[in-house]
């Protein structure tokens, strides 16, 4: 489950799946409505739903989670309810912050993962990659690195310098940018994923050699490898696997949906429309049952891997749009 804390984002990355729900510095708005930032009390309740649910863990989402103004007393009060917190980051962070976060790291750095989303330098503007290392020196216990892919040929291997330069932890965690069910953004279509494979390989050579783990997110498909680098990407030690399904997030105003490409779809469901956290992610897939089982490739049909439910086909949202052009 993940909490968004704010729908500002300080970056616009030409990928960006969560676009529906976010409003950037330069002026674009949200397409639905909702508080720019979470309330403490709702993050409160958000984080109470959470531990009712048992869970242990919990996703902090933006735009940039760092933009809210009481960022440091949502994560600590998330600390102090005992959960692990994922950030997912811009790392791109007032100065003030940093010095609170080294502060809070002597007494919470095991329960603290930021995952730094890292774009290729030569698609980052002058500077970005220098304000992203500050919080690399901060807390470099708590900092671990992300890596959109949304083009076939990129470079990635620069994620392992970093880690090695920082002594950050070594993993890395691989996403691929999924469409928008209704507005356009920068994406691989399913048919080329193939394509992507040598600039993967390449990243994986270099986590082998150095001893990074790297781990896929959902969306990425079994067929899109050949054998031969399956095989190689299991020697990596790459933690690969082709899932699609309910992420569960929850809007600053406590509305739910289920991924960000699909979150057009939301109809208004509320988290304390829900039980527990299972009945929400039952609810999801009950909802998008044929989105998420049918494959966006003719050949997901009749394909063992999607039957044997090696690989989910791709993206839903991808499988939407083959749908409605
Ligand atoms: S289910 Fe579809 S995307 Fe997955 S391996 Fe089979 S053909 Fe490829
Ligand atoms: S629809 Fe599935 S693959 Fe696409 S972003 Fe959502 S969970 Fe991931």
Redesign the pocket.
Known sequence: MNILLTNKCNRNCPYCFARERISFENGESTKHKAPTNISLPDFQKAIAFAKKSRLREIGLLGGEPSMHPQFMDLLHHAWEEGFRTKVFTNALWRTDLLEEVKKASQKYVKQMGFIVNMNEPTRSPDGEHERQYNLFRAVPGGCSLSFNISVTDFDATFLVDVIRKFGIRKDIRLGVAQPLADMPNEHVA?ADYHRMAPSLMRLAEACDAHDVRFGFDCGF????FTPEEVGRLVLAGARFK?SCGPAIDVGTDLSLWACFPLSTFASGQRLEDFEDHRHITRYFEKEYEQLYRT???D??ME?R??KRR?????CAAHVYRRFNP
Request: proline share 0%.
């Open positions: 399913v498909t079994l067929c899109m082709s494959g966006v490739l050949e997901c394909c891997w999607r090696q690989c989910n086909g791709g």
